[in-house]
């Protein structure tokens, strides 16, 4: 009998004939300076943790140490990520580390993963730090990416598309403050109807001078244009956006009319999309007009076209009308008779 229980216990815990045992288990502890505050060690120690997904971890405030316990693929990337963001250079303040060209990069061992680590020496604050690594995230669709703040490390884990595209906006964003650069493409992923697209809006005191300004500009680029995936950095008034060439075209096209809104009287000519079915055209309002009297204007147009698409931007006094060409031309008789 006793023998029989034995075999069943065996049978237990030896793996199925044919089946691969699972990888043996290791033991990693690190250790942190004592210049590091309990918010910085438990920071990285949250990184390195989801990018290497590593389940088995245990902080220790007192003792300033970290113990992870995972496969030797997930403790190789835990090893590198410590070391890698633990460099005495790259753990300065961001405003002290000159401009970084080197690559930093780890592939995953048996995997088409790679991990990458870049340094925001450009930005200062949190909360704009925060913002870019939201723009990249949404854009290149990368589920792995974490953020180490005090020395501005942005930490990610996809594939070598992924991370082609958010060097190349990271790149884009991490430019010294001030003039302004032309708009810029890349390819996502090499498929021709999916394009990422940065444009630099002006930020003088006719076009996007608050961020508020800058948000409704947004908006209305993002809801004509039917673009689902439209991101900003507030500091730069840069817009980012994931679209087809079509959405990206349009965008330019209305992103010029608002910006340059102050300098016009004139109704802009009738981008057409689809014939006369589908056109967009944007109206300048006279800028003595109070936001309470254009919004009016504008409501009078939504209620006599029956167009949803209808966005004001109040600032300019613009207001943005896709539709037909007969709706649009109804919507310009209502703009001209209420401006008289």
């Given at each position: 009998?006793?023998?029989?229980?034995?075999?069943?216990?065996?049978?237990?815990?030896?793996?199925?004939?044919?089946?691969?045992?699972?990888?043996?288990?290791?033991?990693?502890?690190?250790?942190?300076?004592?210049?590091?505050?309990?918010?910085?060690?438990?920071?990285?120690?949250?990184?390195?943790?989801?990018?290497?997904?590593?389940?088995?971890?245990?902080?220790?405030?007192?003792?300033?140490?970290?113990t992870y316990r995972g496969t030797a693929t997930q403790m190789g990337m835990a090893e590198w990520l410590f070391d890698e963001i633990g460099k005495?250079?790259?753990?300065?303040?961001?405003?002290?580390?000159?401009?970084?060209?080197?690559?930093?990069?780890?592939?995953?061992?048996?995997?088409?993963?790679?991990?990458?680590?870049?340094?925001?020496?450009?930005?200062?604050?949190?909360?704009?730090?925060?913002?870019?690594?939201?723009?990249?995230?949404?854009?290149?669709?990368?589920?792995?990416?974490?953020?180490?703040?005090?020395?501005?490390?942005?930490?990610?884990?996809?594939?070598?598309?992924?991370?082609?595209?958010?060097?190349?906006?990271?790149?884009?964003?991490?430019?010294?403050?001030?003039?302004?650069?032309?708009?810029?493409?890349?390819?996502?992923?090499?498929?021709?109807?999916?394009?990422?697209?940065?444009?630099?809006?002006?930020?003088?005191?006719?076009a996007t001078a608050t961020v508020a300004d800058f948000q409704e500009v947004v908006v209305t680029l993002r809801s004509i244009g039917e673009i689902?995936?439209?991101?900003?950095?507030?500091?730069?008034?840069?817009?980012?956006?994931?679209?087809?060439?079509?959405?990206?075209?349009?965008?330019?096209?209305?992103?010029?009319?608002?910006?340059?809104?102050?300098?016009?009287?004139?109704?802009?000519?009738?981008?057409?999309?689809?014939?006369?079915?589908?056109?967009?055209?944007?109206?300048?309002?006279?800028?003595?007009?109070?936001?309470?009297?254009?919004?009016?204007?504008?409501?009078?147009?939504?209620?006599?076209?029956?167009?949803?698409?209808?966005?004001?931007?109040?600032?300019?006094?613009?207001?943005?009308?896709?539709?037909?060409?007969?709706?649009?031309?109804?919507?310009?008789?209502?703009?001209?008779?209420?401006?008289?």
């Amino acid at each position: 009998m006793r023998a029989f229980i034995g075999l069943i216990f065996l049978c237990l815990i030896t793996p199925a004939f044919g089946q691969t045992p699972a990888p043996p288990i290791k033991e990693r502890v690190f250790r942190f300076t004592h210049s590091d505050t309990v918010q910085q060690i438990n920071e990285l120690a949250t990184l390195i943790r989801h990018i290497a997904e590593i389940q088995d971890v245990s902080v220790n405030d007192a003792a300033r140490t970290v113990t992870y316990r995972g496969t030797a693929t997930q403790m190789g990337m835990a090893e590198w990520l410590f070391d890698e963001i633990g460099k005495p250079a790259n753990r300065l303040p961001a405003a002290q580390r000159p401009r970084d060209m080197t690559k930093h990069e780890y592939r995953v061992e048996g995997a088409d993963d790679v991990l990458r680590v870049f340094y925001l020496t450009q930005i200062e604050a949190v909360s704009d730090f925060q913002e870019v690594a939201t723009m990249i995230r949404s854009l290149t669709e990368i589920r792995r990416i974490f953020t180490f703040n005090q020395p501005r490390a942005l930490a990610m884990r996809g594939t070598a598309d992924q991370m082609a595209a958010a060097e190349w906006l990271i790149n884009e964003v991490n430019q010294p403050a001030g003039g302004q650069r032309a708009s810029r493409e890349f390819p996502f992923a090499r498929n021709a109807d999916d394009i990422v697209s940065l444009l630099y809006l002006p930020d003088t005191a006719t076009a996007t001078a608050t961020v508020a300004d800058f948000q409704e500009v947004v908006v209305t680029l993002r809801s004509i244009g039917e673009i689902r995936r439209a991101f900003t950095y507030n500091k730069s008034r840069i817009v980012a956006i994931r679209a087809t060439p079509a959405q990206i075209a349009l965008a330019r096209w209305l992103a010029d009319q608002l910006t340059s809104a102050a300098d016009r009287n004139e109704p802009s000519d009738s981008y057409k999309l689809n014939g006369d079915l589908d056109a967009v055209k944007v109206f300048y309002l006279p800028k003595t007009l109070s936001v309470a009297e254009f919004q009016g204007v504008a409501q009078k147009v939504r209620k006599a076209t029956q167009i949803r698409s209808t966005f004001t931007y109040n600032a300019a006094r613009a207001l943005t009308v896709r539709g037909s060409l007969n709706q649009l031309a109804t919507a310009q008789q209502i703009v001209t008779f209420n401006i008289k």
